[in-house]
């Protein structure tokens, strides 16, 4: 638990001029004490920081040396440490995923993106979950939820039964509520739901699932008020945002427990986080933050906790990751080829439209943009132009195959995912033209946990042939280059243990490959029989992902201390630009040295898309020198060659201003 104190404000005695950093601590351990009993023999001090940016205060610091009138400070027990939500205070909880600057210095963006249950793309939510815009419903949506609303209270009124609104929940289905209660009942769903345990979500997550579930309400299904609705925006762009462990979600009757914390924040209970504030009791937060708590009326609590949305959230940032690594995982691939002097004869054009499968063609014709060529000719590559080598090994001549399947598995789940995020997924659901509720079962995560779970097993190759690659370069017999790439072998180690690393990072990934959706677990007293459990497909999908990350990033530097021995030789334009990248952070390996930060480096640039992102033009670069070989032109049967235009679906609708309309 953290304990909050405010400097100066009513909350706290006004300390004296000479009190000292120590004072605060025993005025935020007195007045626990008093308000929380049961806590007192639990409230022993580990450090005292700085709730915004999380600054450390010694205990001996003059308050009015180191402290502003009003300015938080956060009181980090010794529990808090031995039981792990030691270091949410900055609000990043050791994710690296593009969460610059959640640590109270997020920069408030400018331009809306606007919302209307229709248009969401995965790549909105991560741009959103990052604080790269704010939110604002369309005028269409803000009449779908009101006409939704009406109907509810008319229902209301009408004394009708309907399940969710003046029933109780799962087994207690049959149960009426009284008139007098329904209020109460709402408040009691979250409470009683906000049941998960473990690591709080990273700000950035917290930030796509509050979005994700404001864009599914904005559909008009769900009965929620125009005005709540609102609110929840206004929260969003702020960024208050909820204490949401990870874990607790079976995904049937959708992610129940994470959704429940995400509301309980919203009603003044719990933990919040906001960059003026950090993490403190919800009510504080709103109040720093200028508005207050939410009261949900009738089926309000319900529609907030029944959906998809915490499978759909993090599925989304995997989604994108991977569609990142993969690209990247061609480039790193060519670059290993090259310099393990592999033969580009199996990317020809002839033998890829002999098995026409989209993701095959396309890393094939990569893998030609990137190697020796008229347009990008590589000294390497000529120095062996007449070896006696007929072909190589199945993870440098198979790319196209096993990274083709990886792109098209990618866009598949990209499809279904992009699908989930603008469904509505509540029960019961509110058809305001029909003015009636209809109960169904939306709510079931089968769709996204399934690809995941298949996002996952197909991502897990890229990190599977790259570990192989990685001991091909290591291997002296297998490369012609020193051992574990390293000079003065025996004195130095080179390599040795970053491909162990590689190897246990793959083995990793076998284990969280196997289908989190082949299980089920009956629950609510069997009236919720068959569940999805997408959140784990979605938790562990990520995993993999990043797994796969320093996989490749461990191959890339394998790749380019390789291209050191091989000097002055030099390979293609875009390979060197690659290299020209990676020793812009990590330096050639002379002797041994402390490799870990090395490899964090790396990763970073896979992380960021970098690597692509200096390949790319290049690739363009060829594909328009090189004249179109019509040849062998053929339409690719593969499934994913006719899956529906991302762009198109998902088109991302964006305002400058708060008050310019659509």
């Not at 007098?180 to 473990?198: P, T």
């Not at 020198?625 to 899956?643: I, M, N, Q």
Request: contains cysteine; aromatic residues 6%; glycine residues 6%.
């Amino acid at each position: 638990m953290y304990l909050f104190l405010a400097i100066g404000s009513a909350r706290t005695q006004q300390p004296s001029s000479e009190e000292t950093c120590q004072w605060l601590c025993q005025e935020a351990v007195k007045r626990a004490s008093k308000r929380y009993p049961q806590w007192e023999n639990q409230l022993d001090i580990a450090d005292l920081r700085k709730t915004k940016g999380a600054a450390v205060l010694d205990f001996d610091d003059i308050i009015k040396s180191v402290l502003s009138d009003n300015e938080q400070v956060s009181i980090v027990l010794k529990s808090d440490i031995t039981n792990g939500t030691h270091g949410h205070a900055n609000g990043q909880n050791g994710h690296r995923f593009s969460t610059d600057a959640l640590d109270g210095q997020l920069e408030t963006p400018s331009e809306y993106l606007l919302l209307d249950g229709n248009s969401m793309s995965c790549e909105d939510l991560v741009a959103l979950g990052q604080n790269k815009y704010k939110i604002r419903l369309t005028q269409e949506s803000r009449k779908r939820v009101q006409a939704s609303r009406d109907v509810l209270e008319q229902i209301v009124k009408d004394n009708k039964v309907v399940y969710g609104v003046n029933t109780g929940f799962g087994k207690f289905a049959r149960t009426v509520i009284s008139k007098d209660d329904i209020l109460e009942l709402q408040m009691n769903l979250i409470r009683s739901h906000a049941a998960g345990v473990g690591q709080c979500l990273p700000i950035h997550r917290i930030r796509m699932l509050l979005c994700n579930r404001i864009n599914i309400l904005a559909k008009g299904y769900s009965g929620i008020s125009l005005h709540n609705l609102e609110k929840m925006c206004h929260m969003f762009n702020a960024s208050c945002l909820s204490y949401v462990p990870e874990q607790g979600t079976v995904g049937a009757s959708g992610d129940l427990a994470p959704l429940s914390h995400l509301a309980l924040g919203m009603i003044g209970e719990g933990k919040m986080w906001s960059p003026i504030t950090g993490w403190s009791d919800a009510k504080t937060v709103l109040q720093a933050n200028g508005m207050e708590p939410i009261v949900f009326g009738p089926k309000e609590g319900l529609a907030m906790i029944n959906g998809t949305q915490f499978i759909s959230a993090l599925g989304a940032e995997a989604i994108e990751r991977a569609e990142n690594i993969a690209l990247q995982a061609d480039v790193v691939a060519a670059l290993s080829l090259e310099v393990l002097k592999g033969s580009t004869r199996a990317y020809e054009k002839a033998i890829h439209y002999a098995r026409p499968h989209k993701g095959q063609i396309a890393v094939a014709e990569r893998f030609r943009a990137l190697l020796h060529s008229q347009t990008h000719p590589s000294e390497i590559a000529t120095s062996h132009r007449f070896c006696d080598r007929v072909q190589d090994a199945y993870t440098l001549r198979c790319c196209p195959q096993v990274h083709g399947v990886v792109h098209d598995t990618i866009e598949f789940a990209k499809g279904i995912m992009t699908t989930e995020l603008n469904s509505a997924t509540d029960n019961p659901m509110v058809f305001a033209e029909l003015g009636e509720t209809m109960s169904g079962g939306n709510f079931h995560g089968e769709y996204p946990a399934k690809v995941l779970d298949y996002l996952a097993i197909a991502v897990h190759e890229l990190a599977s042939m790259s570990e192989r690659r990685i001991e091909r370069l290591c291997n002296p017999t297998l490369s012609e280059l020193p051992a574990f790439l390293t000079k003065n072998g025996g004195l130095n180690n080179g390599f040795m243990l970053a491909h162990c690393t590689a190897a246990a990072l793959v083995s990793e990934n076998k284990v969280l490959c196997h289908p989190a959706s082949v299980d089920s677990l009956s629950t609510s007293a069997a009236t919720e029989d068959h569940v999805s459990m997408g959140g784990f497909a979605a938790r562990k999908a990520l995993k993999v992902v990043e797994n796969v990350e320093r996989v490749l990033s461990i191959e890339l530097l394998a790749a380019c201390q390789a291209i050191e021995f091989l000097r002055p030789l030099r390979t293609t334009l875009p390979l060197e630009e690659v290299h020209r990248l990676v020793r812009s952070v990590v330096a050639p390996w002379d002797k041994d040295r402390f490799m870990a930060p090395d490899i964090d480096a790396a990763t970073e640039l896979i992380v960021r898309n970098q690597v692509w992102q200096v390949a790319r033009p290049h690739i363009d670069d060829y594909f328009q020198r090189e004249t179109a070989d019509h040849k062998f032109a053929c339409d690719s049967p593969t499934s994913s060659a006719v899956l529906i235009d991302h762009q198109k679906v998902a088109k991302r609708r964006r305002v400058t201003s708060e008050h310019t309309d659509e």
